[in-house]
């Protein structure tokens, strides 16, 4: 099955010619077969990230987004206060597993990585962070195999019908 994917990337330095994060990861979508439905560059900024995550959320054609930068410590960095405030609800293993696999590449510099995962009228977002090697972690070792219908024994795919149930 298909994933249709929007993925964002938080920055105020980046544009798409020197976005290598983001270069990574729409390989990677390409690769896994699912869909690049969009693609944009936001800067730092809880207002638009949250403007633009809001109109994402409401599109039908979209299931997944996914955000990379803006997840670190600094001032600048407010990817998870803008996904707090769309969020239906929290998915805190996503964050706990990818500092887990962080601490086997980046050792204990892993704790300055705030990653997340929320859920947001029924589509799942994951705040990435904005390095090369974060990304490729999160996306070799958790979102290629959660996204994947016939991962076993479950995955974030088999639960799309079900994520609006009351």
């Known amino acids: 099955?298909?994933?249709?994917?929007?993925?964002?990337?938080?920055?105020?330095?980046?544009?798409?010619?020197?976005?290598?994060?983001?270069?990574i990861l729409v390989k990677k979508i390409k690769k896994a077969n699912h869909n690049l439905i969009d693609r944009k560059i936001c800067k730092d900024s809880k207002i638009a990230i949250k403007k633009i995550l809001k109109e994402w959320i409401k599109k039908k054609k979209i299931d997944v987004i996914i955000t990379t930068g803006g997840t670190g410590l600094t001032g600048r960095d407010i990817t998870p206060e803008a996904l707090d405030e769309v969020a239906d609800k929290h998915i805190p293993g996503f964050g706990e597993i990818f500092r887990t696999i962080s601490l086997k590449t980046v050792g204990t510099s892993s704790i300055q990585s705030r990653a997340c995962a929320v859920l947001a009228n029924g589509k799942y977002i994951f705040a990435l962070p904005g390095s090369s090697g974060g990304v490729t972690d999160a996306w070799d070792k958790i979102l290629k195999h959660q996204l994947n219908i016939n991962h076993k024994p479950c995955n974030f795919v088999e639960l799309f019908p079900r994520l609006k149930e009351k």
């Open 1 to 23: 099955m298909k994933v249709n994917i929007a993925l964002l990337t938080v920055t105020d330095t980046r544009t798409f010619d020197n976005d290598k994060s983001g270069g």
